[in-house]
């Protein structure tokens, strides 16, 4: 029953972006829906791992950006087919994250913060460095559209249609996972690591597994946002966008996958609207961020339905 | 009966800083046994229980299960070897439900990995089904399949107790560790949770657990072991214990009486 809900959930959805798709006009909306696309990819693999296993990472933005520049280096300056570029990508975050990944998740907490925060800031610097390579701070240009099987998703409609393609895949894995014995397990470890052990769960395994998981979805996002741009700076994967991700989640809703739809849109759509403020932008950001977080501190979806549910009953009592 | 051993200590110890917590303890649990460990508070029962299951590694000593030595192992993997146990402050997944935490205890039997999952194979779908309903099962078990889907964290200490249980029952443990399973439990509650006891002996499961309350220890157990500051005091039948002079000048003398 919940599952055919849930289907039935991800269908209207998918008609509501289709529809907005092709109704908006310009190319800005289809470039801002792509946008929220991209940051949905990667904030679902990053509630899998915050949400679900309850491993928190501050350094998701390089595995973003080692996906986007792995993507444009290849096939710009290497000519390299944009899918096998895509691919080299995923393979690079792995390794990066099994290599990050094995000493990091022996710690808890804050040491964890601080631990995928200070990798961040390392992967970040070498995109500002090593501009030989990735172009340095003034960004990355001539990045070639996505290729795949004589396709060119050049046009904002064809660019829209890859990324939301793609977005149904990762929420159509992830609601597996999530409704899963691995996702089960990770849930067992977020609550008591020491009953998970004790009930034959490998908890450093499945955090490493969660946590690769979480950075091939980053990196993915990274490659798309590299073929539909077109252009890539590294100040767009530095310390500020990890940050902004992690609070996508939190804002949406930990461990709530739909929650990571409506964190990683609001939180894009919202500096668009604010920017009419100017300088107070930040400000007012801020400002909502709290506000959210005071009164809906389990997230903006369960937010809402207990406020709506808390209406109901209201009713009904008169 | 006609027994072989299946847990074997010997001289096992341990010290934290300069607390020696466990000193040159040994024992046996036989196959289809159930064993209590009792003594004052600090005397090193839990201790015990996190070497047995691998959550500490002894200084010395040796833990043998099944003839083959397990201590240092990770505690998945003892609890592969089929040791499982319940804990003194009940450690449940409180946002799972009550059946899910019982699937949790299914993880080791079954086999579907995060590809099969995320790609819902029928395979991984059809062993998903097989875990809900030998969850239930064991829910049926202890008595708590009417509370199959509310939240564990809502039940009462009892019905806590009881899921600890069988979730550790669901990972088809050879010998179960109960560490205080009836602290919190009214005298109804006890009396089930004895009957509990004997059920899961039938079933050809060996039991180990620590308890203090003495007249539920007396009738359940086939033997005890008594540790005094991490001593090994004295082993026997209850009734031996009951008699033992040091038993009851270190323990038995003060709580025994208040019972």
Redesign the interface.
């Known amino acids: 029953m919940a599952r055919y809900q849930r289907w039935l959930q991800a269908g209207v959805f998918y008609l509501l972006v289709a529809l907005s798709g092709s109704l908006l006009p310009g190319t800005y909306y289809v470039t801002l829906l792509n946008l929220i696309g991209l940051h949905i990819i990667i904030v679902l693999g990053l509630n899998l791992l915050m949400g679900y296993a309850g491993q928190i990472s501050l350094g998701h933005a390089a595995f973003f950006g080692l996906g986007a520049y792995t993507s444009g280096i290849l096939t710009a300056t290497y000519k390299v087919d944009p899918l096998l570029a895509l691919l080299a990508g995923l393979l690079l975050s792995t390794l990066v994250a099994v290599i990050v990944g094995i000493p990091a998740l022996k710690l808890k907490g804050y040491y964890l913060a601080m631990a995928t925060l200070g990798f961040g800031i390392i992967v970040a610097i070498a995109f500002q460095q090593m501009d030989w390579l990735t172009g340095g701070p003034s960004g990355f240009m001539g990045i070639p559209p996505f290729r795949f099987l004589g396709w060119r998703f050049q046009t904002p409609a064809a660019k829209f249609f890859l990324v939301w393609a793609l977005v149904g895949l990762i929420l159509f894995l992830s609601l597996n996972i999530v409704d899963s014995r691995i996702g089960r397990a990770l849930r067992a470890i977020h609550d008591s690591e020491t009953a998970a052990l004790a009930m034959g769960v490998d908890a450093q395994r499945l955090k490493l597994l969660i946590f690769v998981v979480s950075a091939l979805y980053a990196s993915l996002a990274g490659s798309l946002l590299a073929h539909t741009v077109n252009f890539i700076a590294p100040s767009s994967f530095g310390f500020m966008f990890s940050i902004k991700l992690v609070t996508m989640v939190v804002v949406g809703g930990m461990a709530s996958i739909w929650g990571s739809l409506l964190g990683a849109a609001v939180l894009t759509v919202l500096p668009e609207l604010l920017a009419v403020f100017h300088d107070l932008e930040v400000v007012i950001f801020g400002l909502i961020l709290m506000v959210v977080m005071i009164f809906l501190p389990r997230g903006l979806v369960r937010g809402l339905l207990d406020l709506w549910e808390l209406r109901r009953r209201k009713k009904q009592g008169r | 009966m006609t027994s072989s051993t299946l847990l074997a200590l010997e001289a096992v110890g341990i010290s934290f800083g300069g607390l020696q917590a466990v000193k040159k303890v040994s024992f046996q649990v036989q196959e289809g046994q159930i064993k209590a460990l009792i003594g004052p508070n600090g005397a090193g029962k839990t201790t015990l229980f996190n070497l047995i299951?691998g959550?500490l590694r002894p200084d010395h000593g040796e833990i043998r299960f099944q003839e083959q030595a397990i201590q240092g192992l990770?505690?998945?993997r003892i609890?592969?070897r089929g040791i499982?146990?319940t804990?003194q402050i009940v450690?449940?997944?409180?946002?799972?439900t009550v059946v899910?935490n019982v699937?949790?205890?299914?993880?080791?039997r079954?086999r579907?990995?995060?590809l099969a999952?995320?790609?819902?194979l029928p395979w991984?779908r059809r062993?998903?089904a097989a875990?809900r309903s030998q969850s239930l099962a064991w829910l049926d078990f202890v008595g708590l399949q009417d509370r199959a889907d509310d939240y564990a964290a809502n039940l009462p200490l009892g019905h806590q107790r009881l899921l600890e249980i069988a979730?550790?029952l669901a990972?088809e443990p050879k010998l179960l560790l109960l560490d205080e399973p009836a602290a919190g439990l009214d005298m109804t509650e006890t009396e089930r949770l004895k009957e509990l006891i004997f059920a899961i002996r039938a079933r050809g499961i060996s039991v180990l657990l620590v308890e203090h309350d003495m007249s539920l220890t007396m009738e359940v157990a086939d033997e005890i072991v008594v540790l005094d500051h991490g001593e090994l005091l004295a082993e026997g039948p209850p009734r031996d214990i009951q008699r033992h002079p040091a038993v009851i000048a270190a323990y038995l003398g003060r709580d025994w009486e208040k019972e």
């Open positions: 299951t959550m990770p505690p998945f609890a592969d499982s146990r804990f450690q449940l997944f409180g946002h799972m899910e699937m949790v205890g299914r993880h080791l079954t579907a990995g995060l999952a995320a790609l819902r991984s062993e998903e875990i979730r550790a990972t």
